[in-house]
């Protein structure tokens, strides 16, 4: 049996956007199985939530996509 701390989410990155009165929050994350992109939007006192496999993500990304990761990764 795995312990607890196996299952947790370690935090990887995170930013925060603003648009008008809304909030979108990223966090990619990483635990057992890989990571992960967990995006919230706050607006109004209410939140939704969608979280999607960085594996994924990263195989649908564009050109361009991958230019601006690999910057951002520097």
Known sequence: MQDDKSKQ???????????????????????????YLKITEVSGGRSSIITVSYTHLRAHETREDRVCRLLLEK
């Open 9 to 35: 989410s370690k935090d990887v990155f995170s930013s925060k956007l603003e648009v008008e009165n809304k909030k979108f929050f990223f966090d990619l994350k990483e635990n057992h199985k890989g990571h």
